[in-house]
């Protein structure tokens, strides 16, 4: 008994086969019993990949929309500079009593007006902020658009 494979189109990305929009061959009864049913895919015609690249270029087209209005959002941000205060444990050293957290960096940020920005945005540096001092936060408003802000810890009076 031949085993045939069957053309479908994916709608969606799947990690073992490919990207939203690839052409990919699959065993009929991967096709029929898995991807089918949960919309994954559809069987490869004319009409179908025509429609998916139409869908295709509407997202990028949405997508390149997005990102110019982050890059326009992002100027919003330029010089801003964020500041915190916290209780220090060592005055001479400067080590603060725990350490500087997202939910202290999104106070400064309502504070300068920023209510906006979600939490999940905010990108604190690899080791915790435990010492007074400037640090560099990034905010993330989308994928592939960053935006560096000034963060100056300081001793609370």
Same mark, same amino acid.
Request: hydrophobic content about 45%.
């Given at each position: @008994? ?9 709608? +969606? %990305? ?7 929009? /690839? *052409?990919?061959? !699959? ?12 919309? @994954? ?8 990949? &025509? +429609? ?12 390149? +929309?997005?990102?110019?209005? =982050?890059?326009? /959002?992002?100027?919003?941000? %330029?010089?801003?500079?964020?500041? *915190?205060?916290? +209780?220090?444990? /060592?005055? =001479? ?6 350490? !500087?957290?997202?939910?202290? *960096? @999104?106070?400064?940020? &309502? !504070? ?5 920005? %979600? &939490? ?6 690899? /080791?915790?902020? &435990? ?10 408003? @989308? ?9 100056? *810890?300081?001793? =609370?009076?």
């Amino acid at each position: @008994m031949a085993k045939r494979n069957v053309n479908v189109v994916l709608r +969606q %990305d799947v990690s073992s086969l490919g990207l939203s929009g /690839d *052409v990919v061959k !699959v065993r009929p009864g991967f096709a029929r019993n898995f991807l089918l049913p949960r919309g @994954m895919a559809v069987i490869a015609s004319r009409a179908n990949v &025509k +429609q998916i690249e139409h869908e295709k270029q509407l997202a990028l087209q949405r997508l390149e +929309q997005m990102r110019a209005k =982050a890059q326009e /959002d992002a100027k919003r941000f %330029d010089g801003l500079e964020l500041h *915190v205060a916290k +209780q220090v444990a /060592d005055p =001479a050293e400067g080590k603060l009593f725990g350490s !500087v957290s997202i939910g202290d *960096v @999104m106070e400064a940020l &309502k !504070v300068k007006g920023f209510e906006d920005v %979600d &939490k999940k945005q905010v990108i604190l540096p690899e /080791d915790t902020i &435990k010492t007074t001092g400037s640090y560099e936060i990034l905010i993330r408003l @989308m994928a592939g658009v960053d935006v560096p802000v000034k963060l100056e *810890v300081k001793t =609370a009076a």
